[in-house]
C-alpha cells in the first residue's frame, strides 16, 4: 500500500499503471489517474524506458534544454534516455560525478539561462545530497526541476536497500512534488502521455514561477525492474524546435502585486538600493527619480552616473543616510548591516520591489518602527529638477572622496620625462610596485579590471565579496554569488553551470572567473572531478588564500575570545597543499604572490586554471 509521507504543498501522486494495479494513497495527497500503457505501442522491453524517455521528451517540450545527470542504477532509465535524447538533438547532457556538485552546475545553468535544468538522481542519500543546492534555490529563487528515481510501492517501507521517503524529503523548499508510480506495461499511448505532458508542464510552470515564487521542482519517479533496455537510435526522436516553448520555462516576475507610481520628491530624500539580482531596471529608477544608486555588486545594477560604491560609509553618515526619507528596494540586500539599519528606521518610507526569492526583504518588520509597501514594479512619472541632480551628486562625490584614487600606480609622466632622475625614480616605482604583495583589495580590482560583459564573474561567500562590493567601479557586467543563504558550498560548481550555458549560448569567447577564499575552494573539491567523456569549460578559479576563515576575525566576540580559541574554533588554520591537489584533478595551476604575477596570470590562455594569491592581509 501507499505510505504515508509527511505533508508537502502541492504534492500530487501519479499513476502511470493500470486502476487494478494502483493501491490507497495518503489522505493527505491527491491522486492523478493516467490511461493503461497496454494499449499503446510496442515499447523498449523496458516500462521505465518508456516513460522515461517520454517524461523527459514532455520536459524539452515545456521548454527544458540542460539535464544534468549523476549515475545510479534506479536512475538509469532517465540517465540512458537523456543521452539518447541528446544524440536525437534538442536537449544537453552534463554528466557530473557526485549529486551535491550535480545540483550546484544545475543552478548555475538556470542563473544563466533563467530556465530549470533538470537534475536526475538515484535513490537514497543521492537525493539528499542535493538538499544544499535545493535550498539556494528556493531562498534565491533560481528554477530548478529535481528528477529522483525511487523504488515503486512495493519495495517501500519494508527495509529495502537504498530506499528511504522522498517525496517531500526537501521539506517547504520545494512546494510543488509529485510521486510519480511506477509504470508496468510497455509502450506509451497518447493517453500516457497526455498525462505526462501536463506533469512535466506542471513542473516547469511551478520551477519557472508562474503562480507563485520560482524555484525548485520535486518529480519523484518510481520504476520498477527491468530498470532499463537499449534504446537504438532510429526510435528516439528529438523534439521538433517549433513544438519547444522557451518562454513557458523562463523565470517570471512577481506577479499579483500592484505597481506603484512614484514621482521624484518634492524635497530630494530617496535612495534605491539594488540588493543581489535586482537587474538593471534599478540603475533606470534611480535615474528616473533622481535618487542615488546603492547597488551591491552582484545586483546587476552596478553602473550609471547615480552610482554610489561607498554607500555603507555614508549610510552611517547623518549628513547623507540621515537625509533619507524614502528608500526603494529591489533584490536583495545581503552584504551590508547599514541597509537594514537604515530600512528598520522610524519613519522611513520603504517600498520593495518583490523579487524572485522565496521570503519577502522586509527588516522593518522585525523591528516594528516602520511600514514597508510591496509591489510588483515602479513606474516613475513626473521629472527631477536640479535639487535632485545634486542630491545625487553629493553623494556620488562624497563616494569618490572616501574612495580616493586607490593605489595610484607610478607617474607615467616622469617616464616620458627629459630628466633622467624622475625616469629612474618611475623605474624604480614601477618595479616596487610589481614585487608588492597582494592583499584583497589589489585582488578584487585586478579581476574587476580584467572582467568585461562577455565574461561572467562569480564571487564566493569570504571576506572578498565585501571588500570588492566596498570599491570596485561601476562596469555593466554579469555577477553572480549565492546569496539565497549566502553559504560558501558549490561555488565552483554553481560556476561551472555558468560556464556551461554561457559558451552553449554565445558565440563569443568568454571566460567564466571565480574569485574566492581557500575555504570555499575546499567546501567543494567535487567540483573539480570531470569525467573523461565530458565537455570542459573555460573558467578561472582566483583562490585568495588566507590559510583559514578571515571573515571571523570581524565578529564582535573576538574581541574578548582568546585568540587561540577563535582561531581553533572559527578560523579553522589549514596548510592544505593546493597546487597538488587540483592538478592531480587535472586543472592547470598558478600562483600569484605579487601584483606583476597576478597581472600576467589573469590573462594566461588556459582553458582550467586555478589561480592560487597568497593573501598579504
Known amino acids: 500500500m501507499a505510505h504515508q509521507h509527511r505533508e508537502t504543498p502541492a504534492r500530487t501522486r501519479t499513476r502511470t499503471t493500470p486502476p487494478s494495479e494502483t493501491s490507497k494513497t495518503s489522505s493527505t495527497t491527491e491522486t492523478t489517474t493516467a490511461a493503461p500503457i497496454a494499449d499503446g505501442p510496442a515499447g523498449s522491453g523496458s516500462p521505465a524506458t518508456d516513460a522515461a524517455l517520454a517524461l523527459l521528451q514532455e520536459l524539452v517540450r515545456a521548454g527544458v534544454t540542460d539535464v544534468v545527470?549523476?549515475?545510479?542504477?534506479?536512475?538509469?532509465?532517465?540517465a540512458l534516455a537523456a543521452v539518447a535524447l541528446e544524440r536525437a538533438g534538442g536537449l544537453t547532457v552534463h554528466v557530473r560525478?557526485?549529486?551535491?556538485?550535480?545540483?550546484?552546475?544545475?543552478?548555475?545553468?538556470?542563473?544563466?539561462?533563467?530556465?530549470?535544468?533538470?537534475?536526475?538522481t538515484t535513490s537514497g542519500t543521492a537525493v539528499a545530497n542535493l538538499h544544499p543546492a535545493v535550498l539556494e534555490a528556493h531562498?534565491?529563487?533560481?528554477?530548478?526541476?529535481?528528477?529522483?528515481?525511487?523504488?515503486?510501492?512495493?519495495?517501500?517501507?519494508?527495509g529495502s536497500n537504498q530506499t528511504t521517503v522522498q517525496p517531500g524529503m526537501f521539506g517547504h523548499a520545494v512546494a510543488f512534488v509529485r510521486d510519480v508510480e511506477a509504470p508496468s506495461t510497455h509502450g506509451t499511448d497518447d493517453s500516457v502521455r497526455s498525462t505526462l505532458r501536463d506533469l512535466a508542464r506542471q513542473a516547469v510552470a511551478a520551477a519557472a514561477g508562474h503562480s507563485g515564487q520560482p524555484g525548485p521542482a520535486q518529480l519523484n519517479v518510481a520504476f520498477r525492474e527491468p530498470l532499463s533496455a537499449g534504446l537504438a537510435a532510429d526510435r528516439v526522436h528529438g523534439v521538433p524546435d517549433d513544438e519547444v516553448d522557451l518562454a513557458f520555462a523562463t523565470r517570471r516576475a512577481h506577479g499579483g502585486l500592484p505597481v506603484a507610481e512614484l514621482a521624484p520628491d518634492d524635497e530630494p530624500g530617496t535612495v534605491v538600493i539594488a540588493g543581489h539580482d535586482a537587474g538593471e531596471d534599478a540603475e533606470r529608477i534611480a535615474w528616473e527619480l533622481g535618487a542615488p544608486l546603492l547597488a551591491e555588486i552582484t545586483s546587476g545594477a552596478r553602473f550609471g552616473r547615480n552610482l554610489v560604491v561607498a554607500y555603507r560609509e555614508l549610510l552611517r553618515d547623518a549628513d547623507f543616510g540621515g537625509a533619507v526619507r524614502r528608500a526603494v528596494v529591489l533584490g536583495h540586500p545581503t552584504l551590508s548591516r547599514e541597509v537594514p539599519a537604515l530600512l528598520q528606521r522610524q519613519g522611513l518610507e520603504t517600498i520593495v520591489v518583490r523579487g524572485p526569492a522565496a521570503d519577502p526583504f522586509d527588516p522593518a518588520r522585525a523591528s516594528r518602527q516602520s511600514e514597508t509597501t510591496f509591489v510588483s514594479d515602479v513606474r516613475v512619472t513626473g521629472r527631477t529638477r536640479p535639487e535632485h541632480r545634486a542630491w545625487v551628486g553629493r553623494w556620488v562625490g562624497a563616494s569618490r572622496l572616501l574612495l580616493g584614487d586607490g593605489d595610484a600606480g607610478p607617474d607615467l609622466d616622469a617616464k616620458r620625462s627629459a630628466d633622467r632622475a624622475e625616469r629612474n625614480k618611475f623605474l624604480r616605482d614601477e618595479v616596487a610596485l610589481r614585487r608588492r604583495p597582494v592583499d584583497r583589495a589589489m585582488l578584487s580590482d585586478a579581476v574587476w579590471g580584467v572582467t568585461w560583459p562577455h565574461d561572467r564573474l562569480v564571487l564566493g561567500a569570504s571576506q572578498i565579496i565585501r571588500v570588492a562590493d566596498g570599491r570596485v567601479l561601476g562596469k555593466k557586467l554579469r555577477v553572480h554569488a549565492n546569496r539565497g543563504l549566502a553559504g560558501i558550498d558549490g561555488t565552483v560548481s554553481t560556476a561551472l553551470g555558468i560556464a556551461a550555458a554561457l559558451e552553449h549560448s554565445s558565440a563569443s569567447v568568454g571566460t567564466t572567473r571565480v574569485l574566492l577564499g581557500d575555504l570555499t575552494l575546499l567546501h567543494d573539491l567535487g567540483a573539480f572531478v570531470t569525467g573523461t567523456e565530458e565537455r570542459t569549460h573555460r573558467v578561472q578559479v582566483i583562490v585568495g588564500n588566507d590559510d583559514g576563515g578571515a571573515i571571523f576575525r570581524g565578529l564582535e566576540v573576538a574581541k574578548t575570545t582568546p585568540p587561540e580559541d577563535m582561531r581553533r574554533m572559527m578560523s579553522t588554520p589549514q596548510h592544505v597543499d593546493i597546487e597538488r591537489v587540483v592538478t592531480g584533478l587535472g586543472w592547470e595551476y598558478r600562483r600569484a604572490a605579487t601584483w606583476g604575477d597576478l597581472e600576467r596570470v589573469l590573462t594566461d590562455p588556459a582553458e582550467r586554471v586555478v589561480i592560487e594569491v597568497p593573501l598579504a592581509d
Not at 545527470?69 to 532517465?78: E, F, H, I, N
Not at 560525478?97 to 536526475?120: C, K, N, S, W, Y
Not at 531562498?139 to 519494508?158: F, Q, T, Y
Open 69 to 78: 545527470v549523476s549515475p545510479g542504477s534506479r536512475s538509469q532509465a532517465l
Open 97 to 120: 560525478i557526485d549529486e551535491r556538485t550535480a545540483g550546484f552546475f544545475a543552478l548555475g545553468l538556470a542563473v544563466e539561462t533563467q530556465r530549470p535544468a533538470a537534475v536526475v
Open 139 to 158: 531562498h534565491s529563487g533560481v528554477p530548478m526541476i529535481v528528477l529522483s528515481a525511487d523504488r515503486p510501492d512495493e519495495l517501500r517501507g519494508i
